[in-house]
């Protein structure tokens, strides 16, 4: 395998509080412009491919303070307003439900970043926009969800192709500034032998095992996104053409369970 070259760790703390606070600013956070309440999804609406805003299945439920995913259709829970320059703090982990055609492929969902336009502009479920992907081996990755014939997308990153012929993040500044009008932007540290199995788990994954809880974090600072995992800066995008929209948090096949979502606003903004 090709050495992935070690980095310095950056907590999750430092690199929000970094963005965030302004020099002599106290690092107590600030109120959250919206927070998922434990009990019922009031900020949020639900949309499935099938079933647009109706649920009859129960896709979404919140059950002893958690909201529950269950992946059966393809889809997401929308926040109702548009959000710019925040940092979004989640708490979540992986159910034991996985349905076809991915109940035997790695476990996968996403959050949608900056959204807008039509639900159901992206295959019939999602809208357009900048994806901080969930999935087995593969979380923090950056997947650019465009529809040019709508809105030509942008979102660039300092990167470096490696021999699967893919793109990864580089933090120590050996990769090169390039524009994505689609695709996937991998985190540093994904496996070059990921296998798109489910359980898949990579030498130097930052993701905790299926069933432990994890804590996703991502900036959104004027035209740059932030991906922080479980304390680590995992990727990195700047010059995004998006800066602000909904966030959908994905069903894609895999039961995610959330119990903490909190997008804080980001202060002098």
């Not at 106290?26 to 109120?31: E, H, M, W």
């Not at 896709?59 to 889809?75: A, H, P």
């Not at 095992?209 to 959104?220: I, K, M, Q, R, Y």
Request: with cysteine.
């Amino acid at each position: 395998m090709h050495a992935i070259r070690s980095v310095p760790v950056l907590t999750a703390l430092a690199i929000a509080f970094a963005l965030t606070a302004p020099r002599g600013a106290s690092a107590a956070d600030p109120a959250p412009l919206l927070q998922f309440n434990g009990k019922d999804l009031t900020g949020f609406y639900t949309y499935l491919h099938d079933h647009k805003l109706e649920d009859p299945d129960g896709v979404f439920t919140v059950v002893d303070g958690e909201l529950r995913i269950s992946g059966k259709e393809w889809g997401g829970v929308v926040t109702r307003e548009e959000y710019e320059n925040y940092h979004l703090v989640t708490e979540w982990k992986w159910g034991k439900k996985a349905y076809a055609p991915r109940a035997d492929k790695a476990r996968d969902s996403g959050i949608l970043l900056h959204c807008f336009g039509a639900d159901d502009a992206i295959g019939g479920h999602w809208m357009q926009s900048m994806e901080c992907q969930i999935i087995e081996g593969g979380t923090g990755d950056f997947i650019v969800v465009a529809r040019p014939d709508i809105k030509p997308l942008s979102l660039s990153s300092e990167v470096v192709k490696k021999e699967d012929g893919q793109w990864y993040y580089q933090p120590d500044g050996s990769g090169a500034l390039r524009a994505f009008d689609g695709g996937r932007i991998n985190w540093w540290g994904r496996d070059l032998a990921w296998k798109d199995e489910i359980n898949f788990r990579g030498a130097k994954d930052v993701e905790k095992p299926a069933g432990e809880w994890n804590t996703l974090e991502v900036v959104c600072d004027g035209d740059s996104i932030t991906n922080i995992l479980n304390g680590q800066v995992v990727n990195k995008g700047v010059k995004s053409n998006l800066t602000k929209g909904k966030l959908t948090f994905q069903s894609e096949g895999a039961e995610i369970v959330f119990r903490k979502i909190e997008i804080r606003p980001l202060a002098g903004k």
